[in-house]
Nanobody
Framework: QVRLVESGGGLVQAGGSLRLSCAASGSIRSINAMGWYRQAPGKQRELVATKTSGGSTDYADSVKGRFTISRDNAKNTVYLQMNSLKPEDTAVYYC??????????????WGQGTQVTVSS
């Protein structure tokens, strides 16, 4: 069974930094894209950043220049370094493993979410 476990959320003042981690475990053969999404209260879930196994990255315009996604393919782990945080970054952040190929299937998996709160 595949699991995604996130860590690193918390409360930080505006201008501060946080680093999120997400580790996928289970009978994993490969993962196409790993990334982060977020959902603020009353809003739809939105893309924050993704990185493919080949190294291609994609960022939301609102986080470009402030957030950096990295990935350790050998450990099936993805990280999100968040700098210069703003109150509007407050949301639940979800990790996604897209195109995860296991012993039984290929599917997308989500983590349980981690809260990030930025105070002004």
């Amino acid at each position: 069974q595949v699991r995604l476990v996130e860590s690193g959320g918390g409360l930080v003042q505006a201008g501060g930094s946080l680093r999120l981690s997400c580790a996928a475990s289970g009978s994993i053969r490969s993962i196409n894209a790993m990334g982060w999404y977020r959902q603020a209260p009353g809003k739809q879930r939105e893309l924050v950043a993704t990185k493919t196994s080949g190294g291609s990255t994609d960022y939301a315009d609102s986080v470009k220049g402030r957030f950096t996604i990295s990935r350790d393919n050998a450990k099936n782990t993805v990280y999100l370094q968040m700098n210069s945080l703003k109150p509007e970054d407050t949301a639940v952040y979800y990790c996604k493993a897209g195109g995860l190929r296991s012993a039984w299937s290929t599917a997308d998996y989500w983590g349980q979410g981690t809260q990030v709160t930025v105070s002004s």
